[in-house]
């Protein structure tokens, strides 16, 4: 398989008005097969219409949603050794940082001076970071902010970690925070879930059943979490299928996810290396992904590494967006981050959306 896998070119047999044959998108569940033929016959206005279709169920058409956030990079020491990532510091090496809890609300001040009001805190596997500082840390933004701000408490992955260095289960880590204030944790760290694609690149990162068995105790817990899903390494095909069947599954045994958000691998200053896809295969995979997880309500496209392409995927598919003003993790890999936000937001509006901002809720488990 090729790395590349923009598709779209139609078989002699496909017919000449292929989406009036193909109405598992628009009106049922369509299998791996289906979506496999999709992806490689399927042309870019067939994908629109079907990825459109699946959209409506839950969404107006020509609206959308978005949030103004910041990705807080708490510490870069980490161990996990991910061959894509230009971010981390081993342990006891020059350059490797954690912030001080001032160095935190200084960043989520900035935020809320913007109009942001959500913040994601992404960091590593720091051998030196016990799950005492994660609780105090968020519980001490909690204390201070209250409900003004929602916070995304570090990913999955990183969860694994905490939980598998304080020799606890996920059940009783995942209560931990929630009694810190904790009301989310986001799929972060998922990458492609397969386990080939884990040994190739992130062999110390936990396998995709660790991932799970830790996100289903997050549910369990009454947290909310996401999904979400990184594309242009050098995945094949099957490989990003088997990604959205696991994710299609996990939702219909649990009803956990809030949303699903994909982006592209930033290959610059990486061991890995590479080339970035382009913003044709990134919207065709939305489209893809709407279509195949139709039991996931929100589907987002990522600003981060698109940036103005990526409210082209709002006509294959995607409802919501966000607009970061800052994640170092991407931007040491080559992401540009645009802070005149207005001026972002008029891409969507001249593409004949509305769009309205939207607060992270509350989980209904955690409402007083």
């Given at each position: 398989?090729?790395?590349?896998l923009d598709g779209g070119e139609p078989r002699a047999q496909v017919p000449a008005s292929?989406?009036?044959?193909?109405?598992?998108?628009?009106?049922?569940?369509?299998?791996?097969d289906e979506a496999r033929d999709l992806w490689l016959h399927a042309s870019d206005d067939?994908?629109?219409?079907?990825?459109?279709?699946?959209?409506?169920?839950?969404?107006?058409?020509?609206?959308?949603?978005?949030?103004?956030?910041?990705?807080?990079?708490?510490?870069?020491?980490?161990?996990?050794?991910?061959?894509?990532?230009?971010?981390?510091?081993?342990?006891?090496?020059?350059?490797?940082?954690?912030?001080?809890?001032?160095?935190?609300?200084?960043?989520?001040?900035?935020?809320?001076?913007?109009?942001?009001?959500?913040?994601?805190?992404?960091?590593?596997?720091?051998?030196?970071?016990?799950?005492?500082?994660?609780?105090?840390?968020?519980?001490?933004?909690?204390?201070?902010?209250?409900?003004?701000?929602?916070?995304?408490?570090?990913?999955?992955?990183?969860?694994?970690?905490?939980?598998?260095?304080?020799?606890?289960?996920?059940?009783?880590?995942?209560?931990?925070?929630?009694?810190?204030?904790?009301?989310?944790?986001?799929?972060?760290?998922?990458?492609?879930?397969?386990?080939?694609?884990?040994?190739?690149?992130?062999?110390?990162?936990?396998?995709?059943?660790?991932?799970?068995?830790?996100?289903?105790?997050?549910v369990e817990s009454g947290m909310k979490t996401t999904a979400t899903m990184v594309i242009?390494?050098?995945?094949?095909?099957?490989?990003?299928?088997?990604?959205?069947?696991?994710?299609?599954?996990?939702?219909?045994?649990?009803?956990?996810?809030?949303?699903?958000?994909?982006?592209?691998?930033?290959?610059?200053?990486?061991?890995?290396?590479?080339?970035?896809?382009?913003?044709?295969?990134?919207?065709?995979?939305?489209?893809?992904?709407?279509?195949?997880?139709?039991?996931?309500?929100?589907?987002?496209?990522?600003?981060?590494?698109?940036?103005?392409?990526?409210?082209?995927?709002?006509?294959?598919?995607?409802?919501?967006?966000?607009?970061?003003?800052?994640?170092?993790?991407?931007?040491?890999?080559?992401?540009?981050?645009?802070?005149?936000?207005?001026?972002?937001?008029?891409?969507?509006?001249?593409?004949?959306?509305?769009?309205?901002?939207?607060?992270?809720?509350?989980?209904?488990?955690?409402?007083?």
């Open positions: 398989m090729s790395r590349r292929p989406a009036s044959e193909r109405e598992h998108g628009a009106n049922g569940r369509i299998s791996l067939e994908l629109k219409q079907l990825a459109g279709d699946v959209r409506a169920r839950y969404h107006d058409p020509k609206h959308a949603t978005y949030m103004v956030m910041r990705i807080i990079n708490y510490t870069n020491v980490c161990v996990a050794q991910c061959d894509y990532c230009a971010f981390y510091v081993l342990p006891n090496r020059p350059g490797g940082y954690v912030l001080t809890r001032e160095d935190v609300f200084a960043k989520i001040d900035d935020l809320l001076e913007v109009g942001g009001d959500l913040v994601g805190f992404n960091g590593g596997f720091n051998p030196k970071l016990p799950l005492d500082y994660y609780c105090d840390l968020f519980s001490s933004v909690r204390e201070r902010y209250g409900e003004r701000v929602e916070f995304y408490a570090l990913t999955i992955a990183e969860f694994v970690f905490l939980a598998d260095r304080a020799g606890l289960s996920y059940a009783d880590a995942a209560a931990r925070l929630r009694d810190a204030g904790v009301h989310w944790i986001t799929g972060g760290g998922s990458e492609i879930l397969t386990e080939d694609f884990r040994r190739r690149h992130a062999k110390w990162k936990y396998t995709v059943r660790d991932y799970f068995e830790a996100q289903r105790a997050i242009g390494f050098d995945e094949t095909l099957d490989e990003r299928l088997e990604h959205l069947q696991r994710t299609r599954d996990f939702q219909d045994e649990t009803g956990g996810l809030f949303s699903f958000l994909c982006w592209t691998y930033k290959p610059y200053g990486t061991a890995f290396g590479g080339t970035e896809i382009s913003a044709r295969e990134y919207r065709r995979h939305i489209a893809l992904s709407r279509i195949f997880l139709d039991n996931v309500k929100h589907m987002r496209t990522s600003v981060l590494t698109q940036n103005e392409d990526a409210f082209q995927a709002l006509d294959y598919g995607a409802d919501d967006f966000d607009l970061p003003i800052e994640d170092e993790v991407t931007q040491k890999a080559g992401a540009r981050i645009d802070l005149d936000l207005e001026s972002l937001l008029e891409v969507p509006r001249s593409l004949g959306y509305t769009v309205a901002y939207r607060r992270a809720e509350r989980p209904a488990a955690l409402t007083a």
